[in-house]
Every structure is written in C-alpha cells, then in structure tokens.
C-alpha cells in the first residue's frame, strides 16, 4: 500500500522477469519450521530460491505467509507451488517507494503542510499553496475529550497499534509506549528522520506539551516504512499479523494508495476486522478531486476519514468520493464515512516537541484516540463489552456525527465527528442495523449530490444508489428476503419502479443494497416529488450463549423527483462502460505534461474527475445519463447524443454496427472526444521502479485510436497517432490542446477547424521540437439524420490535475451546432469551421505492442494463445418488485429496534464551554487563583468589619447610651 504522501508512486504491474520478491500465502497459519518444510518440498532441487527472512520479532511467529526470492518468472514457478496443499496463492511482493518528509523551519520537521506525496513534484507546491490558520488549542481540547477524562476516561486498557515511520520507545510525550517494533530491513524501531509516526501517536496518546485525545492508551509502534519512505506488502502482513498475535484493539493507518485490488493487503484487513480489530484509516490527501479515496479506508469494515478545517468546512485536501470499485458496471458507495479535523494541528516530533501538521494522517489519529476513549468506556461497561466491536463503535460515530453545511454526502459523509454526542448515545446502545445514506432523497441537496442533481423520468436509464449496511449484531449476516418498496400513492410514489441487488453474505460486518430506481409509464408527463420507503431486515446467528440470533428491520424513506420526459436534443448518453484505468490497468494519464501522476485512477466518470462538464451542461438544461454497459443495451431513440470520452477500451464487432444504424438511421449523435495515441511513446514512455530495478509497460495510450478508428472508418473519419500539443486560437475564444491525436480522414461535406500546434509526440520520443501549422483537430460531419463530432482531446474535461483549461463552452457550441444542423460557432466565439483538405497517402496510426492489453478489457480475452472477444454480457434487466402497503404511520427514519435509548439526564457530559482547551486548563488555574483571592479579601473583610462592632460593642458597654422611650 501507499502512504499518502507517496501516491504517484508506480507499482509493478507487468509480469515478473527473474531475481523477484514473491509472496507465499498459506491455507493456515503455520510455524517457522513447518513453512520451510511447504518451500522446501515445493522448490528443492528445481529452482534457485532462498527465504527472505522475516524480522526478528515475527519470524518465530505462526504466519500464513512467507516471502522468498527467486531466479526464475512468476509463470514458471507458480503453478509447482500451487500444486501442494498448504498453499493457497503465489503473487508479487509489492513494492512502495516515496516521500513523506516536509519542511518545517522552525522545528526541522513538516509543519502547516498536508503530507506531501513527493519531494520533487509540484504536488508539494499544490499543499503548501495555502496554510490555513493556525489553532493555539490541542486537538484534545477540540474534541472535547477532556469532559471525559473528568469521568476518568484517558484510555486505559485500551491498545493502539500505529503502523507508519516508527517511534522512540522513550519519547517523553508518552505514558505507555508497550512495544516499538520495526518491520522493515533496518531492524532500527525508531523515527529517525521522517517524523510521521511520531506525530500521529502523538495524536492519539500524547500526555504532555501538545496533548493527545487518550493519553493513557497503550501505544504499539510497528514500523512499516523505513528511513528512505520505502515499504513492501510484505511488511504489512507481518505487522497485521502481529496485532492478530497481540491481540491489540485498534489499528489507526494514516497511509494508504489506490490499488484496491491489492487482494493480499485487503483480505488481510478484512480479516483483523473480523476478528474484532477496529480499523481506522486515513482518505488520502488528493482532493478537492472526487474519486481520488485510497485503501483501505474505502473498504467497507474500515472507518475511513476525511478532514476538515476549523471552520467546519471540507478541507480542499481531502479526498472525496465516490468509491472505484464498483465501476463501471454499478455505481460507487459513499465514503468517508466522517470528517474531523485535519488542518494545522499541534501534535509531538521526534525532538520531544511541538509542530504542526496538516493532512487526513492528520483527521485519522483524532477519530482513532476518540475510538480508544469509546472503547475504555465500553471495557469497563458490563453490557456494552459484549457488544464492542468494529461495527458498533462505526455506528455510534456516524449516528452521532454533524453535518457539514454545504457540503455533499461524498465529501462529508455522516459529518463531523461528536466525541460528546457519541459518549451519549454510547449509553443506551443496541446491536442493529444501520445503512449509509439512511435515506435517498432528491429533495435534500447539496447534501445527497449527484443524486439530487438531476430529477429522474420516464425512460432514462435507472439512477443507483449503493447504500452500506453495518451491521452491528455479529461479524456475519443474511438478509433472509428481498426488501421491499412502499410507495405512499397520495404522492404518487407508485409511480417509482423499484429494484434491489444486495449482499448475499455480510461479512465482516458490513454489506451493500444497490437501489435501482426508474420511473413507469404512467409517470411520463408527470411532474413532482414522489416519496415511500424501504423496509431490509438483517440476520445474525446466536454469537454466544446469551446472545441469540438476532434480527433487525430498517425503514430507509425514499423521496424522489420526476419530471416529464426531456425532449431527446437535450438528452445525453455517457459511454462508461468502454474506460479502463488503474488499477485496472497501467493505463496513463491524458495529458503527458502531468509527469507527477502519470496513471490515470480517477475513474473517468461524470461524478468524479470528469464532474466539471457533467455540471456545467446540466446547469445550461441538458440531462446526462450513464451508460454502464456495451451499446446493445439501449434504445437510440431515446437519446440525442452518445458521448464516449477518452475510451481505452476496444468495441464488440455487433456494438460497432449498432452505433453506424444508430447514426445513419435513428438520428443519434455520435461525439467523439479522443486523446493521444503513438505506438512509440506506448513503448517509450515505460515508467521505471526503483525498488525493483524493472518498469511498467503501459498497455495503451490516452485513448484507443485503433478502436475508436473502426467505429469511424464507415464514415471515412480517421485520427492519427501524432501527439500535439498548444493554443487553439477561435477568434474570441481559446483552447488547451493537451497531448491530443489530429484528424488524418474525414468526409469532404464536413468541416473542421486547425490550430498550429507542437508536435508533442516528435519532442517526446527524439528530443526535437516542431510546430506545425493548420492540424486539423476538430471536424463535424452532419448526416443524413445524424451527426458526427470528433475533438481529439479530452484533457479539457478532467478536473485530475490537468493544466488544460475546461472546454466546456465548446461542448456546448458543438451541442447547438448539432441541434441546429449548422457548421458555425456563435458570435461569442468568432470562427467558423473550414472545408476539410484531404490529406494525401495519410497514415493509420501504428497499433503499439501491448501483450497484457486482454487482461484488463472487458472485450477482448486470450483463449489457446489467440485473442478472441469475450461472451458478450446479457444486458441488465430492471425488474420491478411489487409494491407493498404503504404505513403513514411509519415514523420516517424510524428504525425497527431503537438504535439508542438515550437518557440525557444522566448520560450528558459536564463541558465547561465549547472551547475547553489547554488555555481552559490556564483558565481553571486562573479563576481557582481569582477565587482564593477573592475568598482572602473577603475573610480580611469580615475580619475587619468583625473587630469594629466588637470594638462598637465593647465601647456601648462601657458608655451606655440612654434613649427615650416609646410610645
């Protein structure tokens, strides 16, 4: 995995050559001796191999794993260890390497900087180009975890494993530091030099200077990234497997990268937290992108956290959602799951002092030291013990968070974390289940964004929500029946077709319920809010023998908009099914420029890093739907546009025919955005690992021009292989051309608009610049019925890290420009587009050498050594579930068994005041001063006041006074 300062680092995807660090996993945990035995029998005698071993502390240890080193290719050697029982996969131990040092002048450490992914990248430019203010209060104090420690809750009992850069097992900031353990090959547990580790224990359990949230916690350092920011998943697995041994109760990582298909890492998570370990995870620091979350906070038995600033707003660092992995065919869950801060915070370093950090490894120690004072709390309660596990402490902390204002349910999650809130609700805490959203409502923006963007209608495809279940009875569940829809027909809610795909098996701890939702017949010209509701209902088996099997109901309200159906000019159809990214694949980014993050893992959809374009157009009255699909599966007539951007996939031979009747006959518009393609720079521009002395090949360019070219070639439209780069000059009006692919065919009654650019691909490959002058980039092609638009960049779409500026103004002309059958821009551009000049003996771009490619398409597969095209998928059927009767008295989010029985009266904390800090620690001293003073003035006061009418007295005494009567 990745730390979130290392990001762009590239892992091996290529296949093994020789002389490669292989991982051994096993069926079962087996000692030292008996795995030599497995490896011994296996590769004695038949190929040159040794151990790696493992560190000191775990090597006597019982693993499920061992790591070896071998001089032969991972095809070879694989199936020989396959064929013995005890071993279960044999895969590549990947490698990590990075920078997670930033400079802070003041105290030689970083300071007021997220955590930068690489030293010499203009990423570190992009996180110090605002420090936000600076809080003099700690991070305990603004969680308001001293009200705790009042009722004497400072994390005793409680054990914290912090796997990051290490930490000195005699740090002066720490009460009980039991172990400090290196993992990595330097046998050195310390922080030396990167400062990492030491802040985020601080965060958690430092007791002094910059005091942490639970400052008595049992601190286990595992270090699993040594001095020059470098690790292996090997190391990983080892510490995992430590705190499996150990048996320790929380694990905070604040590192973590995008390949979520990194099974070993991931089923070794799944696995701690099934066996009761609470993980909590850091977001990554790649916003204000969507779809930029790393592992494993974005699995779903892991509390992923996201940050904020002290204005209770979404730290622009902080990655937002939606999850990857579901794409293309389902659509991303919702994660984080909540935000705390993470700006400018004050926490230990290496010296024994104070600096400031800015980052989400940050915002994950302060969810983590909240956890650990959550979970003393619960140790010490008889009844809640029992019920302490990863999901019920989930529950409280999401249930018990605040939304953020203005912020979407991507960014947010459940919201800010509420320590006090989240003892309160702790006290009456009941095993259930709870779902994330806990509603879909289309009413309810900005927070429910994108749903809530865009009503639904008749005809469209259906919109997804995937919602997370957490289930907080037992590590597993079922949901026995399909859940059912309610619709309330006074609002016409049967008017909603419903559907459900769901998790067959929760496990551990958590599943999913994907809701499709379209809209009848009956609906098409209606116009209003729709509501009803869903009833899942979850169980548990019997987890001891007083706690039986359990059930649990959850009514989740449903509130939808609909609309009359669009008429088809303003409906467009997005092509997803057709893009492959990392880690999919080693496919590159579109724009060649962008050298800091040459992979492109944003997911190319409308709702993540191609957002900008898919708001813009809806703001300007055009509807957007996804096609997660081959072409097969929708019906031309429906749609004005089809727009496939930035494709790297190939096309199904019957999806190429389909698209060309599509045009020529049902009048669909066919908008082609395309990206660079050359066979030379595929070869060329191999990215090298330092860790394994290898490199990545990529396994396509930009864009598929070969592919795109076949869906073209009907109409005698053919882009080219040269790269280009430069201005586009439209009268009024610019464009960035970013590594985009020039048109070398194209009809003679279409015309296209040229630019003088530089030929990019020329300066790439051989170091020599060109310009070139009238390079057609952009032709238009009206048919018969349909038309035909080809640009060939899309770098203007991706908000990923791209210097190109949007384009989405020239969308919209071209949008128009179709509508209106014309061939000219608006007044507001200027220029109007040229007859196509046919280019003489043109050349088809160079298909480029790309062995793996079959691996990663949804087309194509390799069957007896030929490449064959996969069985094309059936396409997704919506069927509907009945509708069931609806109940108004239903209370809305009411759940079937009450999720806290809250007694405020005696649950609530005593807070001093909402800003209780160290300087409300200042504060008490002073007052208590104050009052002693106070309480001495007045004695001496009443001392005084006492002796003068004892003197009065005594001098009456002596002196009667004679006084006259009264009648």
């Not at 790696?52 to 199936?79: C, M, T």
């Not at 089809?642 to 908008?671: A, H, P, R």
């Not at 649950?907 to 800090?917: A, F, G, K």
């Amino acid at each position: 995995m990745l730390c979130f300062a290392i990001l762009t680092t590239l892992l091996l995807l290529t296949p093994v050559s020789c002389d490669e660090q292989l991982i051994v996993t096993f069926t079962r945990y087996l000692s030292q001796l008996e795995r030599k035995e497995v490896l011994n029998n296996c590769l004695a005698k038949k190929f040159d191999w040794y151990t790696i071993p493992k560190a000191r502390h775990v090597e006597p240890l019982d693993s499920d794993f061992s790591v070896i080193y071998v001089g032969h290719e991972l095809g070879v050697i694989r199936p020989t260890l396959l064929d013995h029982t005890l071993v279960n996969d044999v895969v590549v131990d990947k490698p990590v390497h990075g920078s997670l040092k930033s400079d802070n002048p003041q105290s030689g450490e970083g300071a007021g900087n997220a955590d930068n992914k690489d030293s010499s990248s203009s990423y570190l430019d992009y996180f110090r180009r605002k420090v936000l203010s600076v809080s003099s209060r700690s991070i305990a104090s603004l969680v308001h975890a001293p009200a705790l420690w009042r009722r004497g809750y400072r994390g005793a009992g409680v054990s914290v494993a912090v796997l990051d850069t290490g930490l000195n097992k005699n740090h002066p900031h720490f009460n009980s530091i039991v172990d400090a353990l290196d993992f990595t090959d330097e046998n050195q547990p310390n922080d030396q030099v990167i400062g990492h580790g030491t802040f985020v224990a601080g965060v958690i359990a430092s007791s002094k200077d910059c005091p942490g949230i639970a400052p008595d916690a049992s601190i286990y350092s595992l270090k699993v990234f040594d001095s020059q920011q470098k690790s292996h998943t090997s190391w990983f697995l080892d510490a995992f497997n430590y705190v499996l041994q150990k048996k320790i109760d929380i694990i905070n990582l604040s590192i973590g990268g995008p390949d979520f298909q990194d099974s070993l890492f991931i089923n070794k998570v799944m696995e701690l937290t099934a066996s009761g370990v609470i993980f909590i995870s850091a977001m990554g620091n790649d916003g204000p992108l969507y779809g930029t979350l790393s592992n494993p906070a974005d699995q779903l038995d892991v509390i992923g956290v996201g940050g904020m600033n002290y204005d209770d707003e979404i730290a622009e660092f902080s990655s937002r959602g939606m999850t990857l992995w579901e794409l293309p065919g389902g659509y991303g869950r919702v994660k984080p799951d909540i935000v705390t801060y993470g700006t400018a915070i004050r926490g230990s370093n290496i010296k024994g002092s104070c600096r400031y950090l800015t980052g989400t490894s940050v915002s994950s120690p302060v969810v983590t030291g909240s956890v650990v004072l959550l979970t003393e709390i619960m140790k010490k309660n008889e009844r809640l013990s029992r019920v302490l596990s990863p999901a019920s402490i989930k529950q409280i902390l999401m249930v018990s968070a605040d939304r953020l204002k203005g912020a979407n349910m991507f960014e947010q999650g459940s919201g800010k974390m509420n320590l006090v809130r989240a003892y309160e609700l702790l006290q009456g805490y009941v095993p259930q289940i709870t779902i994330t959203p806990n509603k879909i409502d289309w009413t309810d923006c900005p927070y429910m964004w994108p749903i809530c963007s865009q009503p639904l209608y008749h005809t469209s495809m259906p919109t997804v929500v995937n919602m997370t279940i957490i289930n907080g009875m037992s590590v597993t569940g079922t949901i026995p029946k399909s859940p059912t829809w309610h619709p309330n027909q006074q609002t016409k809610g049967g008017l909603l077709e419903v559907s459900f795909t769901y998790s067959s098996l929760l496990w551990p701890w958590s599943g999913y319920l994907a809701v499709k939702i379209s809209v009848s017949k009956a609906g098409a010209h209606f116009a209003g809010t729709v509501e009803g509701y869903i009833l899942v209902t979850v169980q548990s088996p019997a987890t001891s023998e007083d706690i039986t099997e359990q059930t649990s109901t959850l009514h989740i309200p449903v509130k939808v908009n609909i609309i009359p159906t669009p008429p088809r000019n303003k409906r467009i159809l997005w092509d997803q099914f057709h893009s492959i990214g990392y880690p999919e694949g080693p496919f590159p980014r579109d724009n060649l420029s962008v050298q800091n993050s040459p992979l492109d893992w944003n997911g190319d959809h409308i709702h993540t890093n191609f957002n900008g374009i898919y708001k813009y157009l809806r703001s300007k009255g055009f509807f957007i739907e996804i096609l997660s699909t081959h072409f097969m599966c929708f019906e031309a007539l429906n749609y004005g546009f089809l727009f496939i951007v930035d494709t790297e996939d190939t096309f199904y031979e019957n999806e190429i025919e389909k698209i060309q009747s599509d045009v020529d006959k049902k009048g669909l518009n066919l908008m082609i955005f395309a990206d660079w393609y050359n066979s030379a720079i595929i070869k060329h521009a191999k990215f090298y690992d330092e860790n394994t002395k290898q490199y990545v090949l990529l396994q396509g360019g930009g864009a598929n021009i070969p592919a795109l070219n076949k869906l073209l070639i009907s109409w005698d439209i053919v882009l080219g292989d040269k790269v280009w780069m430069g201005e586009i000059d439209l009268g009024f009006k610019r464009l960035d051309f970013a590594s985009g692919a020039s048109l070398v065919a194209f009809p003679e009654d279409g015309k296209v608009f040229t630019a003088t650019l530089k030929d990019e691909g020329s300066e790439f490959v051989h170091g020599k610049e060109m310009i070139v002058n009238d390079v057609p980039v952009f032709g238009l092609h009206h048919g018969i019925n349909g038309s035909i638009g080809v640009y060939g960049d899309s770098s203007c779409f991706d908000n990923a890290g791209n210097t190109a500026r949007d384009c989405f103004w020239f969308v919209e002309e071209l949008l128009h420009m179709v509508n209106s059958r014309k061939f000219s821009f608006s007044e507001e551009v200027g220029k109007e587009l040229e007859p196509w000049n046919k280019v003489e003996n043109f050349r088809s771009p160079k298909i480029a050498s790309t062995p793996l490619f079959h691996q990663y398409s949804r087309v194509i597969t390799s069957r007896d050594g030929d490449i064959v095209f996969q069985d094309q998928p059936y396409c997704p059927v919506h069927v509907p579930v009945s509708a069931r009767d609806f109940n108004d008295t239903y209370p809305v989010g009411q759940l079937a068994n009450k999720l806290m029985s809250l007694d405020t009266e005696h649950h609530t904390l005593d807070l001093i005041s909402p800003d209780e800090t160290e300087d409300n620690l200042r504060l008490f001293y002073m007052l208590g001063f104050i009052t002693f003073l106070t309480v001495v003035v007045v004695c001496v006061f009443l001392y005084i006041m006492v002796s003068f009418f004892n003197r009065r007295r005594i001098v009456n005494v002596m002196y009667p006074v004679r006084t006259r009567r009264r009648v």
